[in-house]
Each structure stands twice: as C-alpha cells, then as structure tokens.
C-alpha cells in the first residue's frame, strides 16, 4: 500500500473534546528517519488527559495522539543504517531538545523543551507516522502487537524500578491494578523472596492482579487498608508504588511505610493536587518519597524483557478497537476498567 496510495486515515485532536478523523497526505521519511505503519497502539490515560484537556503542556494541535506504539517499518530515510525495512518494532515517543542541562546530562526523560510523539508530532492512532530512527527499537516478531503496544510503558516501570532501588526478599505495595500497576508487579515478583501486595477497587482487575502473581490483593473500599497491611506486615512496607494516580491513595498510603521504607510516586495525579503527611514520622522512619516520569533510555530493556517473555502482554491488552471507535476509546479510558485493562486501536481495523 505504501509504495501506491498517497493518503491514510488518522484521528487528529484538534481541541479540548475534539478528535477528527481526516484523510490526509502519506508522510515521507526524511533524512535519520523511519516511515512506520502502525500495527496497534495503545490508550494512555495522558490521551484522555489531552482530549479533556488537564493536559495541555508540550501538546500542539491538530495532532495526531497515541505514544505506545507497535509498527513495522516501511520507509527508510536517508542515513539510517541498523534498521531494516519489514522490521517489527517500538519507540520511544520522547525526543530531547539535545542541548538543555538534563538532555546533556544523559537524562532526556527530564527534558526541559521536549517534543513528543503523540503531543506535538504524529501519533500512532494513524496508519502511518514517521519517527527519528534513534527512537526506534526493534522487537522479535513473536511478541505480537500487544507486545509492542506494552513496550513504552513498560520501559517508563523500569525507569521508575531503577529509582526504586528495589532489594531481593523486600515487601511492596502496589497502589491499582491497571497496566501500569499490574506492569509493577511482574517486574517486582521477578526479585527473588519478594512479597507483593496490590490494591484494587475493581472485581476484574482484582482477578487480573492474582492470575498475575500478586501474593496478596486487597479492596481497599471492603477493607480497612491499614489494618489489613498491618496483620500482614506489622513493621510496615518497605516500598510503596502509586500506579492510581489519585492524591486521596497516596495520602493513605504514606503512614504504611516501613523503617527506611520508600514511596515512589507514579501515577499521574492532577495538577495542583494536594496531601499532607507528618513530617517527623517520616523523618522518624528515615523514610524516601520518589517520583519517576517517562521512558529514560529504557525501551531496549523493555524490549528485552517482553522479548523473553517475562510479561504477561496478552492478559494485559485485552481489546483491539477500530480507528472509528477512537472517540469511544480514548474517552472510555476511565469507564472501560470494569471490563477492560489495556485498550488498544488497529487503524487498519
């Protein structure tokens, strides 16, 4: 298709409660670039964060969304060497701006002027779209779309598991049992004598959390969370990790920190959130609270790890949708959890 048609199909966000589908000109590779024909892409919660837009910060409409990529290469530009045509793939959606003190530090996650696929370039929510071939990482066939589509957000895990500092025979809590939470717990269950704890308010994600390898799953709205973590663990929990996004479980998760425990913070809370927490007790503790964003260079190791088959990538992608469902997709982000984990879209559907 690619060497005789001139157009595709992609949805465009053109403004706050607004995405089109357009018929628009076929991209061109240019020089140091890939064509991509997407596969799959996934539905982030950033997109409906976009869509309604809480999120406005870095995003350039009309744009086309969608950052967690699966797609197989169809052009390449001149200058691109170690990247083969028909090649299987994903990539890592954020561009440095190269110059500012984290990019030359090594840390482009932390970008001071960033461009992101999916906020400011082209998306995966088209048939086509072109990338820097920097930012794409080769996958073995075999993992199929859903393991490309998990492959960015597993590889911002691992970004926030290096922060961590994660020890072997260590107990953790894990704040939802969404994708980003049910990613935490297979990559913390992997750590030899690991205890695992998951929260989730949601029957179909509870159940999804045990098949997963969750040691104990909790509903924290039938449970008292305190009382129930301390029979568990009267000392309290060594790491904490938030995959909710939502101030009030970070708020109730902080004075379940164990001695020397570590709260990582990273679900995406809204803008201007604010909990409070005691201080001393945490200076008592010698307690940390981390934050983590974005991939920082980990998308090869994600690659790695989907690769051995370390992931579990078919429990956690469980619908494909058309490029016409994109509307009921990306706004059903929140509605579709008590039946759905990761939602992604096919545009050739």
Same mark, same amino acid.
């Given at each position: ?66 950052? +967690? ?16 045509? +028909? ?112 929260? +989730? ?10 098949r997963i ?9 039938? +449970? ?9 663990? /009267? ?20 004075? !379940? ?6 709260? !990582? ?13 005691d201080p ?14 974005? /991939?920082?260079?980990?998308?090869d190791r994600?690659?790695? !790890? ?40 096919? /545009?050739?559907?």
């Amino acid at each position: 298709m690619s060497e005789t048609s001139k157009t595709m199909r992609a949805g465009f966000f053109v403004g706050k409660g607004k995405i089109e589908l357009r018929n628009v000109p076929m991209p061109k590779a240019g020089p140091g670039e890939v064509l991509l024909r997407v596969i799959a892409c996934g539905v982030c919660g950033t997109d409906n964060h976009i869509l309604q837009g809480h999120i406005t910060d870095g995003v350039v409409p009309p744009v086309v969304l969608g950052h +967690e990529i699966a797609a197989r290469v169809d052009q390449i530009g001149d200058g691109v060497e170690r990247i083969r045509a +028909e090649q299987f793939c994903a990539v890592d959606p954020v561009i440095g701006c190269g110059v500012c003190s984290m990019c030359r530090a090594g840390r482009s996650n932390l970008c001071c002027d960033p461009t992101i696929i999916g906020y400011k370039l082209n998306g995966g929510f088209a048939q086509f779209l072109v990338a820097p071939a920097s930012k794409v990482v080769p996958l073995d066939e075999r993992v199929g779309p859903a393991g490309g589509v998990l492959c960015e957000t597993l590889a911002c895990v691992i970004n926030g598991y290096d922060r961590l500092g994660f020890q072997a025979a260590s107990s953790a809590m894990v704040l939802g049992a969404g994708t980003v939470g049910l990613l935490w717990t297979q990559i913390l269950k992997s750590s030899p004598g690991s205890l695992v704890i998951q929260t +989730e308010i949601v029957p179909y994600r509870r159940d999804k959390a045990e098949r997963i390898g969750a040691d104990i799953v909790i509903d924290p709205r039938a +449970e008292d969370l305190p009382d129930r973590v301390r029979s568990e663990l /009267p000392e309290g929990v060594d790491f904490i990790i938030d995959a909710t996004g939502e101030p009030q479980a970070v708020q109730q998760a902080i004075p !379940l920190l164990g001695r020397g425990g570590t709260l !990582l913070v990273f679900g995406v809370c809204p803008a201007g959130s604010k909990i409070s927490f005691d201080p001393f007790e945490l200076y008592n503790k010698q307690g940390r609270i981390i934050a983590s964003k974005m /991939p920082a260079g980990t998308l090869d190791r994600a690659a790695r !790890l989907i690769e051995a088959g370390k992931i579990a990538c078919n429990e956690l992608v469980t619908q494909t949708r058309p490029l016409s469902d994109l509307v009921e997709a990306v706004t059903g982000f929140k509605t579709h959890r008590d039946t759905q984990i990761k939602v992604a879209v096919d /545009p050739w559907a």
